[in-house]
């Protein structure tokens, strides 16, 4: 799997840790970059990524800023983005198995080094359940292009 990995300012000390932790699990990274420590907006970081999936050079991505809150907004303004903040391995398996989530968004002040490990693991290795949850995924996209989401029928086609 292709997987990009961006931080803001705040994220930056764990930039270098992220690209051993997936790299070690025998994915690829897809470079993005960061503000290597200085002061950055997590709009622009969070777009770089989440551009690398909709221009389909990634299939994936993770985010860190202070506390995964402004880059989960900023990311799912991005067509096509299904992120997620996650603060526990449930949360990672969740946002996979049920939301197909393809940003990851982590917090650089609430989550120390194992519990960041045991998050992304989990969300490296869920796959998507798909059956009814395929359906409300269907319907969140039909928001995103601005329609009803109600149209959306079990079989996924519209009534």
Same mark, same amino acid.
């Given at each position: 799997?292709r ?5 803001d300012?705040?994220?930056?000390g ?7 932790l ?12 960061t ?6 907006d ?8 989440c551009q690398?999936?909709?221009?389909g050079?990634?299939?994936r991505a993770i985010?860190?800023c202070?506390s ?10 991005v067509?096509?983005? =299904?992120?997620?903040?996650?603060h526990?391995d +449930?949360?990672? /398996?969740l946002?996979? *198995? ?5 940003? #990851? ?16 693991e989990t969300?490296?290795m869920?796959?998507?359940e798909g059956?009814?949850h395929? =359906?409300?995924v269907e319907?969140?996209?039909? +928001?995103?292009a /601005?329609q009803n989401? *109600?149209?959306?029928?079990a079989?996924? #086609?519209?009534?």
């Amino acid at each position: 799997m292709r997987i990009a990995i961006s931080t803001d300012h705040r994220g930056a000390g764990l930039y270098p840790y992220l690209l051993d932790l997936v790299q070690l699990r025998g994915h690829e990274i897809v470079m993005v970059g960061t503000c290597e420590g200085e002061s950055c907006d997590y709009p622009d970081m969070a777009w770089g990524a989440c551009q690398k999936i909709a221009e389909g050079e990634a299939d994936r991505a993770i985010l860190v800023c202070g506390s995964g809150i402004g880059m989960a907004i900023a990311a799912n303004k991005v067509h096509g983005i =299904r992120a997620a903040v996650v603060h526990d391995d +449930i949360g990672a /398996r969740l946002s996979r *198995a049920h939301n197909d989530a393809n940003v #990851l968004c982590l917090s650089a002040d609430m989550l120390g080094e194992r519990l960041i490990e045991q998050i992304v693991e989990t969300w490296l290795m869920t796959p998507f359940e798909g059956g009814r949850h395929g =359906r409300r995924v269907e319907k969140i996209m039909a +928001i995103e292009a /601005r329609q009803n989401p *109600a149209t959306i029928t079990a079989s996924g #086609l519209e009534e």
